[in-house]
């Protein structure tokens, strides 16, 4: 029984543990209920179980939430929980001490089950767009896939990057439909065959000049005249240099690899994203959902959990209709 889960106890007979194998989790998952009823405190409860496990977790956090995974007071001692009550409050350390303690001992769990949580994971936080956490790169690079630019992993690495990339800019991303869309993986193909990482820099070059005279059966003008062109170089280049974006440009790459990590303590990546707009979100909830399923596929199969992605608070982002 060393995959359970401790979720909790049935309240709907006698007592009794309620546990899920962690390797039920290597399909898809979805937490349904009314607001209130526990939806993330269930979805906290598997992350903490997990990493006591050693499995390591991308947490995507859209309400701000999830972060509070990143607390644990390993003593349940009073001083560990002054700071973070706010000043003049009627809550008082001791009283919160108290209260946890007594909250855990009614699960049969102790300081003890508390420490070896608190050591068993590492936390970062990552803010995208923002310095208050750890900042992601999400106007980097696209690096040439290892197997070729026409393979699967990327065409979808692609998509995923050029689709947030308009999004940001408002501008139709449609991979089909879009001028601008069309235009610009044909850029990425370009700098790709050459062997080079496609940058937004060498995308707004490429978009100025375009190494080629003809998309599919149309000679470039035709299909995108200059004039028209300038008007997508102008917004790139706005992205690249507005101090607006700036935080989007540097910090963390999204690597899925580094951000698992590998063997004890497990890994524990919040990305909190609360703060951004919705085109934001949107680009960014793209980007490292493409990078995830990209990383999928390089793996060997198996039937045990390598590792869980949790998203909190999907209304907005699921069922992917018209947008996303």
């Not at 526990?38 to 972060?67: F, H, M, N, S």
């Not at 999204?254 to 085109?279: E, N, T, W, Y």
């Not at 980007?287 to 998203?311: K, N």
């Amino acid at each position: 029984m060393g995959n359970d889960l401790f979720l909790g106890r049935s309240v709907t007979k006698a007592p009794a543990p309620l546990s899920l194998d962690r390797d039920d989790l290597t399909t898809h998952g979805l937490i349904v209920g009314m607001t209130g009823s526990g939806k993330t405190a269930l979805g906290i409860v598997l992350i903490e179980e997990l990493l006591k496990q050693g499995i390591p977790v991308l947490a995507i956090d859209p309400k701000g939430d999830i972060g509070n995974l990143a607390l644990a007071f390993p003593r349940l001692a009073p001083e560990e929980f002054a700071p973070w009550l706010p000043a003049g409050g009627e809550a008082t350390a001791e009283g919160e001490a108290k209260k946890w303690s007594e909250g855990l001992a009614g699960w049969g769990l102790s300081a003890s089950d508390v420490a070896s949580y608190a050591a068993s994971r590492a936390v970062t936080i990552f803010t995208p767009g923002s310095t208050s956490g750890v900042q992601v790169d999400l106007l980097g690079a696209l690096a040439p896939p290892p197997d070729g630019p026409e393979s699967e992993e990327g065409r979808d690495l692609m998509t995923a990057f050029l689709c947030g990339l308009l999004g940001l800019l408002g501008r139709d991303a449609d991979p089909v439909s879009s001028r601008e869309f069309i235009l610009l993986a044909r850029c990425v193909e370009e700098i790709w065959g050459r062997g080079e990482t496609a940058t937004l820099e060498s995308l707004v070059g490429a978009a100025a000049q375009p190494p080629f005279s003809a998309i599919g059966a149309l000679p470039l003008e035709t299909f995108f005249p200059k004039k028209e062109r300038d008007g997508l170089v102008l917004a790139l280049n706005g992205l690249l240099a507005s101090p607006a974006t700036a935080a989007f440009r540097g910090g963390v790459p999204l690597d899925v690899d580094a951000l698992l990590g590998g063997g004890k303590p497990a890994r524990l990546s919040i990305f909190s994203i609360a703060h951004l707009s919705d085109a934001e979100r949107m680009f960014f909830v793209t980007a490292l959902l493409s990078e995830v399923v990209a990383w999928m596929r390089a793996q060997s199969g198996t039937s045990s959990l390598r590792a869980l992605l949790y998203m909190d608070e999907i209304a907005g982002y699921f069922p992917p209709v018209a947008n996303p």
